[in-house]
């Protein structure tokens, strides 16, 4: 299981990869068999599934984005989109349920949905109508009970409107994630997101109003021109605001994106100055009072968490609807294809509005014994909390430091686990959650990261 050949004893930098699904979507490949969905979910657990809708459509594409989404959405697009995603739902839920009666209301099955997201995109470019019937697409054909599981909704300060906000506060939204990302104007337009900050305040105004009750504000640190006392300002003019939970980005300047074309600082420079500003957002919102969740997310003690007590990341199922959203299950992850270019995601969208039959997997990646231990392990060392051995050993029969030693001595060495977290633990250190995006990648298989490598970037 261990890849000795990717492991060195140089410091890796800082910044290789955001880790937030694993394996990654440039490792998955067309499935020549094509599985039929019924068979893929006959033997799975489904009574804790999480629930995802995915929206590729924003006002405008951030100079730093990579997310499969496209500017705008021209001639009925949203509404062709819909009917799409209603489409897919209904074949969704009939292979969930094991039949293909297009039944609504089945009940006592075992199916049961324990957290939900709006994702994209920015799911709040659709008119209020139309996330009237995005929430209905989720309650009626999938059944998923948005008012009794959480539900976490991303936005934008131009799409954050007040007609909007009440549709997801009526249907049950219990976050709000609104990516801000600089309240210095120079900032905003130096990371391509023109926006002024009048209208971010309005915005968060808003959402406030709409009363739901987690309010999370995305932050970029790295901007070109950006230095401490910018940086604190963001942090402060965020924190105005006591939201529930706050995100500290890094910035990426990944292929195929605006940024991504632009000259840089020297990487040593850049890792180095993102770093400085990583550890005094850190400190100063650790003496505000909040805790750290991991590398970015931090929360205030006592807020309501994003999924349910009883939902796993790690084992439990997740059902993606959306030309961009991935499904897992127990040992297979699929999607559809996959882009970064604008022409090649507006024709995957126009491919996805024309299908009819969605009943079957086409593109993903298989997910074997090694590759569970690996996802198991990213997963939850990442989180500040960390990992218990026990959880770990009771799923694969086996101790991390047995399946992964090379890697777990060499974190060590660089100083990146904790200690003094016991033998039952395994945690970072506060200089590990630093480094997490060097750490998850080091835990990537030599089959995923050829086929990462492989892969031909559109």
Same mark, same amino acid.
């Given at each position: 299981?261990?890849?000795?050949?990717?492991?060195?004893?140089?410091?890796?930098?800082?910044?290789?990869?955001?880790?937030?699904?694993?394996?990654?979507?440039?490792?998955?490949?067309?499935?020549?068999?094509?599985?039929?969905?019924?068979?893929?979910?006959?033997?799975?657990?489904?009574?804790?599934?999480?629930?995802?809708?995915?929206?590729?459509?924003?006002?405008?594409?951030?100079?730093?984005?990579n997310l499969f989404t496209r500017?705008?959405?021209?001639?009925?697009?949203?509404?062709?989109?819909?009917?799409?995603?209603?489409?897919?739902? +209904? &074949?969704? !839920? #009939?292979? /969930?349920?094991?039949?293909? =009666?297009?039944?609504?209301? @089945?009940?006592?099955? $075992? %199916?049961?949905?324990?957290?939900?997201?709006?994702?994209?995109?920015?799911?709040?470019?659709?008119?209020?109508?139309?996330?009237?019937?995005?929430?209905?697409?989720?309650?009626?054909?999938?059944?998923?009970?948005?008012?009794?599981?959480?539900?976490?909704?991303?936005?934008?300060?131009? +799409? &954050?409107? !007040? #007609?909007? /906000?009440?549709?997801?506060? =009526?249907?049950?939204?219990? @976050?709000?994630?609104? $990516? %801000?990302?600089?309240?210095?104007?120079?900032?905003?337009?130096?990371?391509?997101?023109?926006?002024?900050?009048?209208?971010?305040?309005?915005?968060?105004?808003?959402?406030?109003?709409?009363?739901?009750?987690?309010?999370?504000?995305?932050?970029?640190?790295?901007?070109?021109?950006?230095?401490?006392?910018?940086?604190?300002?963001?942090?402060?003019?965020?924190?105005?605001?006591?939201?529930?939970?706050?995100?500290?980005?890094?910035?990426?300047?990944?292929?195929?994106?605006?940024?991504?074309?632009?000259?840089?600082?020297?990487?040593?420079?850049?890792?180095?100055?993102?770093?400085?500003?990583?550890?005094?957002?850190?400190?100063?919102?650790?003496?505000?009072?909040?805790?750290?969740?991991?590398?970015?997310?931090?929360?205030?003690?006592?807020?309501?968490?994003?999924?349910?007590?009883?939902?796993?990341?790690?084992?439990?199922?997740?059902?993606?609807?959306?030309?961009?959203?991935?499904?897992?299950?127990?040992?297979?992850?699929?999607?559809?294809?996959?882009?970064?270019?604008?022409?090649?995601?507006?024709?995957?969208?126009?491919?996805?509005?024309?299908?009819?039959?969605?009943?079957?997997?086409?593109?993903?990646?298989?997910?074997?014994?090694?590759?569970?231990?690996?996802?198991?392990?990213?997963?939850?060392?990442?989180?500040?909390?960390?990992?218990?051995?026990?959880?770990?050993?009771?799923?694969?029969?086996?101790?991390?430091?047995?399946?992964?030693?090379?890697?777990?001595?060499?974190?060590?060495?660089l100083g990146w686990l904790d200690?003094?977290?016991?033998?039952?633990?395994?945690?970072?250190?506060?200089?590990?959650?630093?480094?997490?995006d060097a750490l998850g990648p080091?835990?990537?298989?030599?089959?995923?990261?050829?086929?990462?490598?492989?892969?031909?970037?559109?």
């Amino acid at each position: 299981m261990t890849d000795t050949t990717a492991m060195t004893t140089a410091a890796p930098r800082p910044y290789e990869s955001y880790v937030y699904a694993y394996p990654h979507k440039t490792a998955y490949r067309p499935l020549a068999d094509r599985p039929a969905l019924r068979e893929l979910w006959a033997g799975e657990r489904k009574d804790a599934l999480s629930l995802y809708l995915h929206i590729p459509f924003c006002e405008v594409r951030c100079g730093f984005c990579n997310l499969f989404t496209r500017i705008g959405a021209p001639d009925e697009l949203t509404t062709r989109y819909l009917d799409a995603l209603d489409r897919q739902a +209904t &074949a969704v !839920a #009939d292979a /969930l349920h094991g039949d293909g =009666d297009g039944d609504d209301s @089945r009940d006592g099955d $075992g %199916v049961r949905f324990a957290a939900a997201a709006f994702g994209g995109g920015t799911p709040t470019f659709l008119t209020a109508g139309e996330l009237e019937r995005l929430c209905d697409i989720a309650e009626k054909r999938m059944g998923a009970d948005l008012r009794a599981v959480p539900l976490s909704v991303e936005t934008s300060p131009s +799409t &954050a409107t !007040a #007609d909007r /906000l009440s549709v997801l506060a =009526d249907r049950g939204a219990t @976050r709000l994630s609104i $990516g %801000v990302q600089s309240f210095v104007e120079e900032e905003a337009k130096a990371a391509v997101r023109p926006q002024r900050r009048s209208d971010v305040e309005a915005a968060l105004g808003r959402i406030r109003d709409a009363r739901i009750p987690v309010l999370n504000i995305d932050l970029i640190y790295g901007i070109d021109g950006q230095t401490p006392r910018s940086w604190r300002l963001s942090l402060d003019a965020a924190l105005a605001w006591r939201p529930e939970e706050l995100y500290l980005y890094p910035l990426y300047a990944r292929p195929l994106t605006p940024l991504g074309r632009r000259a840089h600082p020297s990487e040593a420079d850049w890792d180095a100055q993102r770093l400085e500003l990583y550890r005094q957002g850190r400190d100063h919102l650790l003496a505000q009072g909040y805790e750290q969740v991991s590398m970015r997310m931090f929360r205030l003690p006592g807020a309501p968490r994003e999924g349910a007590d009883d939902y796993a990341c790690q084992t439990d199922g997740m059902i993606g609807l959306g030309c961009g959203a991935r499904s897992y299950t127990s040992d297979l992850h699929y999607s559809f294809d996959y882009a970064v270019g604008m022409r090649e995601i507006r024709n995957i969208i126009d491919a996805y509005t024309t299908t009819e039959d969605f009943s079957r997997a086409e593109v993903g990646r298989a997910v074997d014994t090694d590759e569970a231990r690996r996802r198991h392990l990213l997963q939850s060392l990442l989180q500040a909390e960390g990992m218990a051995v026990d959880d770990y050993r009771t799923r694969f029969g086996s101790r991390p430091d047995d399946d992964f030693p090379v890697e777990l001595d060499r974190f060590a060495g660089l100083g990146w686990l904790d200690t003094d977290a016991g033998p039952g633990l395994l945690r970072l250190s506060p200089e590990g959650l630093a480094h997490s995006d060097a750490l998850g990648p080091a835990l990537f298989s030599p089959a995923v990261r050829a086929a990462m490598a492989s892969y031909e970037l559109k």
